[in-house]
């Protein structure tokens, strides 16, 4: 008996909400913490692109990373986005590195969105997941979906 089954539900599917391009900003290194190597770093610029919501990320977007012992490493983000209609929205998300098997890491991140305009309020009851990717030339790439 497959979990589709017993459940009774249809399996849940993948819709893309935005695409977002960052420059990365200062790095703060603390150093070995009892939970392993911390580390924060600040966005100073960005957009996002996408059907339903398209804009710029605000400078006061970063994310704050530890290193476990056993190389995994967890990430807690947050990004400020200001739409193209200019609504700011909040997103919270926490996540965890995945090697690709051709040796490039990338982080599976889940979503949590901040709307007050009632334009993009459907976003706070959203469920969203991130795929983000480091680059070598200082900038993060992060593929959002909404899964329904």
Do not use: Q
């Amino acid at each position: 008996m497959s979990l589709e089954r017993s459940l009774n539900l249809p399996a849940p599917e993948l819709t893309p909400l935005f695409s977002a391009e960052m420059e990365k900003g200062e790095s703060y290194d603390f150093g070995n913490t009892p939970d392993g190597k911390y580390e924060a770093c600040s966005y100073s610029s960005g957009a996002f692109t996408g059907n339903r919501l398209s804009g710029t990320l605000l400078d006061c977007s970063g994310n704050w990373k530890t290193t476990r012992a056993d190389g995994v490493v967890t990430v807690n983000a947050k990004y400020m986005l200001k739409t193209d209609t200019g609504d700011i929205i909040s997103i919270e998300s926490s996540g965890s590195s995945v090697e690709s098997g051709k040796g490039t890491a990338y982080f599976h991140e889940r979503l949590f969105f901040k709307a007050g305009s009632p334009k993009y309020s459907w976003l706070n009851d959203t469920v969203a997941i991130g795929f983000v990717r480091e680059s070598d030339d200082n900038k993060v790439m992060l593929d959002a979906f909404l899964i329904n």
